[in-house]
């Protein structure tokens, strides 16, 4: 799957599916949740961003930032 288009905005269940097609939405949330908790230098890029965990969609740079540390779906 081809990510580079720099102007996508990713809802983060979207986001998630994409890295865990076989679960259900809130199953893969939660995964890809835990993904970027255990990878500390990936969750202090997100909160430069401005990510807070709260917001339900990913911006470009976000959804960058999650490629680059655990690669892309």
Do not use: V
């Amino acid at each position: 799957m081809d990510h580079n288009n720099k102007s996508t905005t990713y809802g983060r269940t979207e986001l998630a599916q994409m890295y865990f097609p076989g679960l259900t939405p809130g199953a893969a949330w939660r995964k890809l949740r835990s993904w970027i908790a255990l990878c500390r230098p990936l969750g202090a890029e997100l909160r430069r961003l401005g990510y807070d965990g709260r917001r339900r969609t990913f911006t470009p740079a976000e959804a960058a930032a999650i490629f680059a540390y655990i690669g892309e779906p």
